[in-house]
């Protein structure tokens, strides 16, 4: 099992940037691909990014891809997500979640982010 613990939410403008982090619990971070997701008001859970155990593969969605950035700290039990250019299509709570093996089997409890136009 492992717990997770989003931060860096905020109110932004466009075009600003945001860093959101996921604290993880456990010795076993290590062990699992990470994951950024979001859901915006009305709308379905979206895939934004995801990276290896270790670090040295990523995805984006379309949608973010040349101005976010995930990135992890195994040492610290620590995803990130760097968010720059931000727009206000980019509002939603943002989810950090742990897959183990094939599935995300563990999600956090979100951060909101709102960026004004």
């Known amino acids: 099992q492992v717990q997770l613990v989003e931060s860096g939410g905020g109110l932004v403008q466009a075009g600003d940037s945001l860093r959101l982090s996921c604290a993880a619990s456990?010795?076993?971070?290590?062990?699992?691909?990470m994951g950024w997701w979001r859901q915006a008001p009305g709308k379905e859970r979206e895939f934004v990014a995801r990276?290896?155990?270790?670090?040295?593969?990523?995805y984006y969605a379309d949608s973010v891809k040349g101005r976010f950035t995930i990135s992890r700290d195994n040492a610290k039990n620590t995803v990130y997500l760097q968010m720059n250019s931000l727009k206000p299509e980019d509002t939603a709570v943002y989810y950090c979640?742990?897959?183990?093996?094939?599935?995300?089997?563990?999600w956090g409890q979100g951060t909101q982010v709102t960026v004004s136009s």
């Open positions: 456990g010795r076993t971070f290590s062990s699992y691909a």
């Open positions: 979640a742990a897959r183990p093996v094939l599935s995300y089997d563990y």
């Open positions: 990276i290896s155990r270790s670090g040295d593969s990523t």
